[in-house]
């Protein structure tokens, strides 16, 4: 143990000690005296590690899952989410997230196929990666998505989904899931009748909410839900706007969604961001307290995450966890796609961060990580 004398640490680790931690055990007690190196780390230590799933792993199993689950036998989604290796599988039957508060996962609705509405506690967002033609029914309002479109769907409404066009729909999901698993904080419940009649016209809130930086004036009940879809060309609009002028070091050229209503990210628990990455840039190296899933959109490039590299291409996923050194090259034009835990971060004032000063911001390389089904 650091800070105490040589013959306190030895006392601690004697027999007399160690039987006694071991007693109380019987009656669910426990010695903090063992626990605070453990549980209370210097600096953020997470369980979650460093992982990627690539594109070819996804549309493997993807194809094998559609072979096997649909949403009429499954009653629910066609959504495989992301485990990370580094955290406790739960018993019995093996629950992991993606990081300690994101669950990221990657749904696919085939044309025809609806997956029937239902509401919970769980905020939830929604990325467009491959396909048109399907919508999200989110409280009566049909939203119609297309690639490169990003949607929310805020806790407690209704929301279901139906595929009328004619290629499979790939979107990545991503809920506060974790959360609120271990805050005790779920509620969910099915919709009777299976998927959601439309109560207003298509796409309502996106077509009142289309002045983007203004929002309508009078009631309006869908203050919840003001903006629920965040399309590619206004995203890309933006983006080239901050291209006009200097990157940041660390983010390129990044904007945040958020909430056109409160001005605060766009779903109350999960930050997001699209980063555009031009060939050859390389940002220099940070660490912060909140942890980030990358979904890369397109092009390729790699990230340094506490010195080992991860190449990535569009189509690939993959986990920053909390307080890890990152960096990201370009090799080819690339737009990332990101969820962040800031908003809980911030609500904990717990968020920090620093960033890589030696070396003009890079890592030292030591090692490669190796991707299932690449
Ligand atoms: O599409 O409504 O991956 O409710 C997890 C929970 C997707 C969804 C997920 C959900 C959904």
Not at 7 to 13: C, Q, S
């Amino acid at each position: 143990m650091a800070g105490v004398s040589p013959e306190v640490a030895e006392f601690m680790k004697s027999q007399t000690v160690k039987d006694y931690n071991k007693e109380i055990a019987q009656y669910n007690l426990g010695p903090l005296w063992e626990a605070i190196p453990e549980i209370m780390n210097k600096t953020p230590k997470p369980q979650a590690e460093a992982y990627l799933w690539s594109k070819e792993l996804i549309a493997a199993k993807m194809a094998e899952a559609c072979q096997i689950f649909t949403p009429d036998r499954g009653g629910e989604r066609r959504a495989l989410y992301f485990q990370n290796p580094g955290l406790t599988y739960r018993k019995p039957w093996g629950w992991a997230s993606t990081s300690q508060t994101i669950y990221a996962a990657v749904q696919m609705l085939l044309p025809g196929e609806k997956a029937p509405s239902h509401r919970h506690s769980q905020s939830a967002l929604r990325f467009i990666s491959e396909g048109t033609g399907a919508y999200t029914i989110v409280q009566g309002e049909r939203i119609f998505m297309e690639e490169g479109d990003f949607l929310t769907t805020p806790k407690n409404l209704w929301h279901g989904h139906e595929h009328l066009g004619e290629e499979p729909m790939l979107w990545m999901d991503a809920l506060d899931i974790p959360t609120l698993y271990s805050i005790g904080g779920t509620f969910f419940e099915p919709y009777e009748g299976g998927l959601q009649e439309p109560e207003v016209p298509d796409n309502f809130s996106e077509v009142r909410y289309r002045g983007g930086m203004m929002r309508p004036v009078g009631d309006d009940k869908y203050t919840v839900a003001p903006l629920a879809n965040y399309k590619w060309n206004r995203t890309v609009d933006g983006i080239n706007g901050l291209m006009q002028y200097e990157p940041d070091k660390h983010h390129g050229f990044a904007l945040e969604y958020i909430n056109p209503s409160t001005g605060k990210s766009a779903a109350p628990t999960l930050g997001t961001r699209m980063q555009h990455l031009p060939a050859g840039m390389h940002t220099q190296a940070l660490r912060h307290t909140h942890s980030t899933v990358y979904h890369a959109h397109k092009g390729e490039g790699y990230t340094v995450i506490n010195g080992v590299r991860f190449d990535w291409k569009a189509g690939d996923y993959f986990v920053i966890p909390n307080w890890a050194w990152y960096e990201h090259k370009a090799t080819k034009d690339a737009y990332l796609f990101s969820v962040n835990d800031i908003p809980i971060m911030d609500r904990f004032e717990l968020e920090q961060q620093q960033s890589f000063d030696s070396n003009n911001g890079h890592q030292e390389v030591t090692g490669e990580f190796k991707a299932a089904f690449r």
